[in-house]
């Protein structure tokens, strides 16, 4: 009998991705259904990034460019490294992919030996175990409690390596928790990562919804740790383009050249079109980055505040990206509607189809006493399911 390969076969699918999946249909069939899922802007792209792909349109531009991008956007994306990072790096070693997830892909297909460890700290985006997991890699999962702001120490970094341990993937801000790690804090990590020749692969793409100070680049901090450190970054969150699939890494030249030869025979280069409009969300300014992240900051401090007034549940206050984790280990034991929570799949099912709210569990982060809300939706949905919270935990509903 003809089988898939054990390493496809051995990769988890997306939760984040199956929950939305799940709400979006409700909402075709014409239920009344607030969501809290997908990690997407609820903005529009701004009006000049999309007249600068219609022109590109326009002007013909519709054929293939180079494997890693066009050199005017790997310019274009050194430009912002060096004025919003303090990061100086050549067009060279920037590599555009379809997406900052392909991004990723590409680092660890390009880094990972098979049985190398990758140390990655939890809770933790979904797709990381996954993506290392197919380049033949090991995750090494490291738990990093709430009573910590779920942010891994430098001492937790060092107890988890081993001879075999090749990277540690830095998400500031996390997804799912918004944690941002301080300048001093990624200091400490830094040097344990260049006292042990460990990559860092840094995935910035929430870099722009910093509610607290200003973000810190952990490849800005020295040469030493620049050179271990792969920067991933790309337009979805920053310039609501998530449908535009841009992404890109800045690296040291060698990494940069695997990886743009492992695109060469993945995909080529990444959309023509979205390429010209990633040039011009670069070049555009930040006023809509800077209109965006004052109306989730509203929306945030809001959906932190009611939550923490519901009895049964709680929330840290996240100092990045659009995510609350919501703990629920209160509600753990206990009955709902017919149902006995006993992990957040459970109380996310239930809550969905009693209250018509989609949250996500995040059973598939690494920490199962939690599911996550997004705030990149409307005030207006927040309110209301936060209402439906309240109703659906007091057994009203």
């Keep these: 009998m003809t089988q898939v390969s054990n390493k496809a076969g051995n990769v988890s699918p997306s939760s984040t991705l199956s929950i939305d999946a799940k709400f979006k249909a409700m909402k075709a069939q014409g239920i009344d259904v607030v969501g809290f899922g997908a990690g ?28 890693a991008g066009t050199l005017q956007l790997r310019q274009a994306i050194c430009d912002k490294l060096k004025r919003d990072n303090s990061l100086t790096y050549e067009p ?24 190398d460890e990758v140390i990655i700290p939890a809770p933790y985006w979904v797709s990381y175990p996954e993506m290392v997991k197919l380049a033949d890699g090991v995750p090494v999962i490291v738990d990093c409690p709430e009573s910590n702001n779920f942010k891994i120490t430098a001492k937790q970094f060092k107890n988890a390596i081993t001879p075999k341990t090749k990277a540690f993937v830095l998400n500031s801000p996390s997804n799912p928790t918004g944690a941002t790690y301080t300048a001093d804090e990624l200091k400490e990590i830094a040097d344990v990562a260049v006292e042990n020749n460990i990559y860092i692969v840094s995935d910035e793409i929430y870099e722009c919804l910093v509610y607290e100070g200003k973000p810190v680049s952990i490849a800005s901090l020295n040469d030493k740790i620049k050179n271990l450190t792969v920067v991933v ?21 060698d990494i940069a050249k695997v990886m743009a030869n492992i695109q060469s025979h993945a995909t080529s280069n990444p959309n023509s079109i979205a390429q010209a409009a990633a040039v011009a969300a670069l070049e555009g ?14 929306r945030r401090n809001y959906m932190v505040e009611r939550m923490n007034k519901i009895d049964g549940v709680s929330c840290p206050t996240p100092h990045g990206a ?5 703990n629920i280990s209160k509600l753990k034991g206990k009955t709902f509607y017919g149902v006995k929570i006993n992990t957040s799949d459970d109380f996310a099912q239930v809550f969905l189809d009693v209250a018509k709210v989609a949250v996500v569990p995040t059973s598939g982060f690494g920490n199962d006493d939690y599911v996550r809300w997004s705030y990149a939706t409307s005030m207006e949905n927040i309110k209301e399911g936060l209402d439906r919270l309240e109703k659906f935990l007091k057994h009203e509903l």
Aim: aromatic share 10%; charged share 15%; glycine share 8%.
């Design 92 to 115: 060279s070693q920037i590599v555009v992919s379809n997406g900052a997830k392909h991004s990723l892909m590409n680092v660890f297909m390009a880094i990972c030996n098979p049985g």
């Design 285 to 298: 300014g930040n006023e809509c980055v800077d209109s965006m992240r004052k109306a989730f900051t509203e």
């Design 233 to 253: 970054n790309g337009m979805s969150k920053a310039y609501a383009m998530t449908g535009w699939r841009i992404g890109y890494t800045a690296s040291n030249s």
């Design 40 to 67: 997407e802007p609820d903005f529009d792209t701004p009006d000049h990034i999309k007249q600068a792909a219609i022109k590109a349109i326009n002007d013909g531009f519709t054929k293939y460019t180079p494997a």
């Design 322 to 326: 659009f995510y609350v984790m919501m």
